[in-house]
T-cell receptor
Framework: AQKITQTQPGMFVQEKEAVTLDCTYD???????LFWYKQPSSGEMIFLIY??????QNATEGRYSLNFQKARKSANLVISASQLGDSAMYFC?????????????FGKGTHLIIQP | GAVVSQHPSRVICKSGTSVKIECRSL??????MFWYRQFPKQSLMLMAT?????????EQGVEKDKFLINHASLTLSTLTVTSAHPEDSSFYIC??????????????FGNGTRLTVT
């Protein structure tokens, strides 16, 4: 079973609108962290935001916020007031603490295109 | 802070030759480094995890004799693609983490290496 599921392969959004990128995850580990990364066409991975499994409040970083619904195992990324420069691939990722692995497991990504 | 430098950014090599990719943490000590592979329009797949001074742990399906990983110091890890074939053409990207056991610390990524084998 996939550990990270991103159901939107591609999205077109009008500039200045808010956009929600979906992410659901699967784990039996009570301790885990959820991450969102942005990958522009140049290829680098840019860290956006983090949510811990024990965090009571949704994470926010500037225009980025994470809608964390633990019972539903979802961690959607919300980008407010989208900009042309937000066009990129967006990956949701998870690290499970008890699994013994340090690395991140990534979803398949969502290709976001902001239109003027 | 937390800069990871990866070199080269692009490399073209002939089939049968070997290619070395370097990953350096510039302003922190990376106790653990990770190597990922990404095919066009696909996700990042973890190839191996390396801890300084010990052998790398490879993911299932990754040939350890083909993808040699060395993590000789706290700031440098190398991936050598041996006897490269066209199917090895891909985007390879490294990442590093400095705090062992801190599951809320993000991985810092290099800018990736686009390998083309002709």
């Amino acid at each position: 079973a996939q550990k990270i599921t991103q159901t939107q392969p591609g999205m077109f959004v009008q500039e200045k609108e808010a956009v929600t990128l979906d992410c659901t995850y699967d784990t039996s580990d009570p301790s885990y962290g959820l991450f969102w990364y942005k990958q522009p066409s140049s290829g680098e991975m840019i860290f956006l935001i983090y949510q811990g499994s024990y965090d009571q409040q949704n994470a926010t970083e500037g225009r980025y916020s994470l809608n964390f619904q633990k019972a539903r195992k979802s961690a959607n990324l919300v980008i407010s007031a989208s900009q042309l420069g937000d066009s990129a691939m967006y990956f949701c990722a998870m690290r499970e603490v008890g699994g013994g692995a340090d690395g991140l497991t990534f979803g398949k990504g969502t290709h976001l295109i902001i239109q003027p | 802070g937390a800069v990871v430098s990866q070199h080269p950014s692009r490399v073209i090599c002939k089939s049968g030759t070997s290619v070395k990719i370097e990953c350096r943490s510039l302003d922190f000590q990376a106790t653990t480094m990770f190597w990922y592979r990404q095919f066009p329009k696909q996700s990042l797949m973890l190839m191996a995890t390396s801890n300084e001074g010990s052998k790398a742990t490879y993911e299932q399906g990754v040939e350890k004799d083909k993808f040699l990983i060395n993590h000789a110091s706290l700031t440098l890890s190398t991936l050598t693609v041996t006897s490269a074939h066209p199917e090895d053409s891909s985007f390879y990207i490294c990442s590093a983490r400095g705090e062992r056991g801190s599951y809320n610390s993000p991985l810092h990524f290099g800018n990736g290496t686009r390998l083309t084998v002709t």
